[in-house]
């Protein structure tokens, strides 16, 4: 029996449950696609709420973000815009690794709606279990758009990150992806607690440009 990402998740991300008050039960569902090897991720994260896209082969994963219409920055290239604005930039890479340390807490500052507790909690990677002989891993590579529950303000640019599965059951994963209004690479586990996921039509397009300039403009 060969199995399958697709089921119902209970999640864990202590940045959202201790970073905020009244954080409800967080939750993901992961579906297919008619895109073999493509799937699709609804969530509820209590202060955000979206859609994933996922896929093991991060090319396979662009050329259908394009195929929906999405602009992405290729990782083997750019553009002669994005060329030049390298050079031009070129020295400032220092701040820029500067800037970066800093730009999780930026971000973290845009949430509104919800009540962040007086003291920042540290960060908490989740607990990894020890891998057990032959055990494997299995990464795929994230999208992610949401909206924000609180004044319900969408971020249609899509967000990057990674999830991994280990062992064959593919039970449980640990992931990390950039959250508006959280931080960049914010960790998360997810446990599956059901092999049926529950039923919900939200898409991809329905957190896109579009949606935003229709919603806002």
């Not at 990782?75 to 030049?84: A, L, V």
């Not at 249609?156 to 994963?173: C, I, Q, S, V």
């Amino acid at each position: 029996m060969t199995c399958s990402p697709v089921g119902h998740y209970i999640v864990d991300c202590q940045e959202i449950e201790q970073g905020w008050d009244n954080v409800k039960d967080l939750t993901l569902d992961i579906n297919e696609t008619d895109q073999d090897g493509i799937f699709r991720v609804v969530f509820d994260f209590s202060i955000l709420v979206g859609v994933m896209l996922i896929c093991t082969d991060k090319g396979k994963l662009n050329a259908h973000l394009s195929y929906l219409g999405d602009e992405y920055e290729s990782d083997e290239g750019g553009t002669e815009e994005s060329d030049s604005d390298e050079k031009e930039h070129a020295e400032d890479d220092d701040e820029g690794e500067i800037d970066d340390m800093s730009g999780d807490a930026d971000r973290g500052s845009g949430t509104r709606g919800r009540k962040r507790k007086s003291q920042a909690s540290p960060r908490h990677e989740p607990r990894k279990k020890s891998r057990t002989d032959g055990a494997q891993e299995l990464q795929y590579f994230i999208k992610f758009r949401c909206r924000e529950t609180g004044e319900g303000e969408l971020y249609p640019e899509p967000e990057d990150g990674t999830l991994r599965y280990e062992g064959k059951r593919m039970a449980a994963f640990l992931g990390k992806v950039d959250m508006p209004c959280v931080g960049g690479q914010i960790p998360f586990a997810a446990r599956k607690i059901s092999n049926v996921a529950k039923p919900n039509r939200k898409s991809w397009a329905d957190y896109s440009d579009s949606e935003y300039e229709y919603v806002y403009v």
